[in-house]
């Protein structure tokens, strides 16, 4: 009996032990956190895994919050915080959200993540392009938009005469979010390239460089836009 007792207090023991070695291991591995955003409608942003680069700063570790619940983490992509227009947070509805966070993808041109939250869970997540300035109204029809686009212009051929096809996007801010306004975005870049090419960059549509004049036209009065 007394042998019995003894082998059952020797198993909990090692039970214990095997527990305490666990949460241990569980503390030393659990991400340093470095930075920590406190957003509006009780959200909160923890980040870590940080990498200097001295103009710009990165973290690899993402975790959302609200009303201290976790909703999302992330460590899958490098989040950058340099540009003020970003985070974003959008109201969209009752418990409805829209957040919209800066991703460092070099040797690309950054991007913008956008979650999608309703009662405390990421329904949907997908990519636009990042907003040359504050939304403002470019239409003049009283409804706000951002404007953007995918990626970076080229120039080739013998005498540098080409260019890709680089459509600016413009998203209106509307109740239920961001919607991409198709008729503003067909109607401005006809008006650059000539004719609307899609919704897509494309560096297999070659332009002549002369419409380079029209884009950066177009990129000023959007950002001198009051």
Same mark, same amino acid.
């Given at each position: ?31 340093? $956190? ?33 009303? !201290? ?23 969209? *509805? ?16 950054? /991007? ?9 869970? $990421? ?24 404007? *953007? ?15 890709? /096809? ?10 239920? *979010? ?15 390239? *000539?004719?609307?090419?899609?919704? !897509? ?26």
């Amino acid at each position: 009996m007394k042998k019995n007792i003894h082998i059952l207090l020797t198993i909990v023991f090692i039970l214990i032990v095997c527990s305490v070695k666990g949460k241990q291991a569980n503390n030393s591995t659990k991400t340093k $956190v470095t930075k920590t955003l406190l957003l509006n409608f009780g959200f909160k942003v923890s980040l870590g895994q940080e990498e200097d680069f001295k103009t710009f700063k990165t973290y690899s570790f993402f975790e959302l919050r609200k009303n !201290e619940k976790t909703i999302y983490k992330d460590t899958s992509l490098e989040y950058e915080f340099g540009d003020k227009l970003y985070p974003i947070v959008l109201q969209t *509805g009752k418990n409805k959200f829209e957040l919209l966070f800066e991703i460092n993808d070099r040797p690309n041109k950054n /991007y913008l993540k956008r979650l999608i939250i309703k009662d405390y869970r $990421v329904i949907k997540t997908d990519s636009l392009p990042t907003f040359i300035s504050k939304a403002t109204d470019l239409d003049n029809d009283g409804i706000k938009e951002y404007a *953007g686009f995918w990626d970076y212009n080229e120039i080739w051929g013998e005498s540098e005469t080409k260019t890709d /096809y680089n459509p600016i996007l413009y998203y209106k801010i509307k109740p239920t *979010g961001l919607k991409l306004d198709s008729l503003l975005t067909k109607e401005n870049n006809t008006k650059i390239y *000539g004719e609307f090419h899609g919704f !897509e960059f494309n560096e297999k549509i070659e332009m002549p460089t002369t419409v380079l004049d029209k884009f950066e036209k177009e990129i000023k009065r959007i950002t001198d836009k009051k």
